[in-house]
C-alpha cells in the first residue's frame, strides 16, 4: 500500500492537526497504525465515503495474510501490534498473589496462567487491582544493577491492547484467534473484542486454550 494512496482520501487540509507536518506524513502514520480518528475531519459526514475506503485499504494487501502461531501450527485471525510509540501490546493482568502493592513503573516478573515461559514486564497502571503492563524482555532488566524484578507469581491475563497488524480487521463481541507480536513462544490466543477505535483493538477474556475446527 502506497503512502500518496492513502494520502489521496485524506482531507489534503495539511492543518497539522494530528500532530503531523501534513496529510502526507499522517498517511504514513496511518500504514505504521495510527488511528484515523486523529484526524478530526475524517469524522465529517462529508469524509464518510472517503473513510469506509480508506479503513478497506489499510486492511487491504494483508487480510487475506493469516498469521501462524509456531507452537501450534494454528492459523490466526490477525497479528496484534503496539500501539503507536509503544514496545509491546498492552496486557491487562490479574495477580492471584493479592498483597503485592506496585505503581507505575515497577518491573515485575510473572507466569500467565496457562504458559509456561516467566514474563517480565514493567507497569503502566494499577486500576482496581489490575494492572496495565507492557512486557519486556529479561535483557531490559541488565543495567538495573541490584534492582529486582518483584516475583508476583501467577496472573491472569485479563485483557490484550493494541492496533490491528498482519489479517482482517474483526468485529466488536468477536470471539477471536490472534497473535500477540510479543509472544515469545508464537503461540495463539483466543478471546473477544470488547471495542474497536480506528485500527486499535482491545480484547478480553483472553485464553490459550484455542478451538481448533479448521487449523
Ligand atoms: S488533521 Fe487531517 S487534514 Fe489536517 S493535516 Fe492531519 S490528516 Fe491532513
Not at 33 to 51: I, S, T, V, Y
Not at 96 to 114: C, N, S, T
Request: contains cysteine.
Amino acid at each position: 500500500m502506497s503512502t500518496v494512496a492513502v494520502a489521496d482520501l485524506l482531507p489534503g487540509f495539511n492543518c497539522g492537526k494530528c500532530e503531523r507536518r501534513d496529510c502526507v506524513e499522517f498517511a504514513q502514520a496511518l500504514i505504521e497504525g495510527a488511528d484515523l480518528d486523529q484526524c478530526p475531519f475524517m469524522e465529517q459526514a462529508r469524509f464518510a465515503r472517503r473513510k469506509e475506503e480508506l479503513m478497506t485499504l489499510l486492511s487491504d494487501g494483508t487480510e487475506n495474510e493469516r498469521p501462524a502461531g509456531v507452537i501450534d501450527g494454528l492459523s490466526a485471525q490477525f497479528t496484534l501490534m503496539p500501539l503507536p510509540g509503544e514496545s509491546s501490546c498492552r496486557e491487562d493482568l490479574y495477580p492471584f498473589y493479592r498483597a503485592v502493592e506496585l505503581k507505575e513503573g515497577d518491573l515485575i516478573r510473572y507466569r500467565p496462567l496457562g504458559c509456561p515461559i516467566t514474563h517480565f514486564a514493567s507497569v503502566l497502571g494499577v486500576s482496581k487491582g489490575i494492572l496495565t503492563v507492557h512486557i519486556i524482555g529479561p535483557q531490559n532488566l541488565i543495567g538495573h544493577g541490584a534492582f529486582e524484578p518483584q516475583d508476583i507469581g501467577i496472573c491472569m491475563v485479563a485483557a490484550f491492547e493494541g492496533t490491528l497488524g498482519k489479517g482482517k480487521m474483526p468485529r466488536v463481541c468477536e470471539t477471536v484467534r490472534f497473535l500477540p507480536h510479543h509472544c515469545m513462544m508464537g503461540k495463539v490466543h483466543s478471546g473477544i473484542v470488547v471495542a474497536i477505535e480506528g485500527r486499535r483493538i482491545r480484547i478480553e477474556g483472553i485464553d490459550l486454550k484455542v478451538w481448533c475446527t479448521s487449523p
